[in-house]
């Protein structure tokens, strides 16, 4: 746990803060697998105008959990400016959709995430 609080106090923490069942699922996902849990949920990012669904603040890491709305032409133009936005200052954006291959993306990012338990 990034925070004072038990791994499973701060993973609980986040759940409750999750903004929907997939974000709750992608919580889970890591934790079965014993991977490190983001520092914080629905964290804003004001220079940015925009809230990822999680960050990891010391390693200036924004993840968001994309279900099927993301796809929509104006939704999709409006995460690509706050890609950019992100990025100039300094962060790491990691996308999560519905549909992708969660286990190919935490390998690709093993200075975030770790590795997996077992």
Not at 33 to 59: K, M, N, W
């Amino acid at each position: 746990s990034p925070t004072a609080h038990s791994r499973a106090e701060h993973r609980d923490a986040l759940l409750r803060q999750a903004g929907s069942e997939l974000e709750q699922q992608w919580l889970r996902f890591l934790d079965e697998r014993g991977l490190r849990l983001p520092s914080h949920a629905q964290y804003l990012i004001p220079d940015c105008r925009t809230r990822p669904d999680f960050v990891y603040l010391s390693e200036q890491v924004a993840v968001y959990i994309d279900g099927p709305h993301h796809r929509y032409p104006e939704r999709a133009a409006r995460d690509a400016a706050q890609q950019t936005c992100l990025e100039d200052a300094g962060y790491t954006v990691i996308r999560f959709g519905h549909t992708d291959d969660w286990e190919k993306i935490i390998a690709d990012y093993p200075y975030v995430f770790g590795c997996p338990a077992g």
